[in-house]
T-cell receptor, first 114, second 114 residues
């Protein structure tokens, strides 16, 4: 069965430092991968996706993600963290049996310390 | 554009009561989804629809019903509310299937069953 794992419940990073939020996946075939962000008391917002092509995907708010097929990972990165990046981040993968469904990870809470 | 609008934002129900969570989108999206979010559990798909008149079960459909009589509206009905249905509910929509593009989320409906 396909799945995504976010191994860290929480990540703390000092403002200005680079940040990484980890995601690994398990699917048969080529994965379609997504990152979403949730700010407090709001719905999720799309950040970026990988379907095919360049392994480094650029998204909203200066975020990027690196697809690594050999390590089955899709880590979210940003070169310099902002306090306003503090939020809950979800990795997701397409259900390989249905194009119309995705499977979300449990989420990683990112705290950017001033 | 309003995007995806959910009502109510908050509701307290007594065990055994019923209610409907409303969801409407003004983006002419064919695909609509209902998720529930529980702490530390990510998002679980309750029901989804690929177009007016078509609905299908997700991972956790028990205790819920949906209908899709128009492209814009996708209400979620809770029958005989139980404490296990205490959660935050999110409606989402997309142009294509969730596994190919961006999901647009509403701001959520927080339901407490006492």
């Amino acid at each position: 069965a396909q799945s995504v794992a976010q191994p860290e419940d929480q990540v703390n990073v000092a403002e200005g430092n680079p940040l990484t939020v980890k995601c690994t996946y398990s699917v048969s075939g080529n994965p379609y991968l997504f990152w979403y962000v949730q700010y407090p008391n709001r719905g999720l917002q799309f950040l970026l996706k990988y379907i095919t092509g360049d392994n480094l995907v650029k998204g909203s708010y200066g975020f990027e993600a690196e697809f690594n097929k050999s390590q089955t990972s899709f880590h979210l990165k940003k070169p310099s963290a902002l306090v306003s990046d503090s939020a809950l981040y979800f990795c997701a993968v397409r259900d390989m049996n249905r194009d119309d469904k995705i499977i979300f990870g449990k989420g990683t809470r990112l705290h950017i310390l001033p | 554009n309003a995007g995806v609008t959910q009502t109510p934002k908050f509701r307290i129900l007594k065990i055994g009561q019923s209610m409907t969570l409303q969801c409407t989108q003004d983006m002419n999206h064919n695909y609509m989804y209902w998720y529930r979010q529980d702490p530390g559990m990510g998002l679980k798909l309750i029901y989804y629809s690929v177009g007016a008149g078509i609905t299908d079960k997700g991972e956790v459909p028990n205790g819920y019903n949906v209908s899709r009589s128009t492209t814009e509206d996708f209400p979620l009905r809770l029958e005989l509310a139980a404490p296990s249905q205490t959660s935050v509910y999110f409606c989402a929509s997309s142009t294509g299937g969730a596994g190919t593009g961006e999901l647009f989320f509403g701001e959520g409906s927080r339901l407490t069953v006492l």
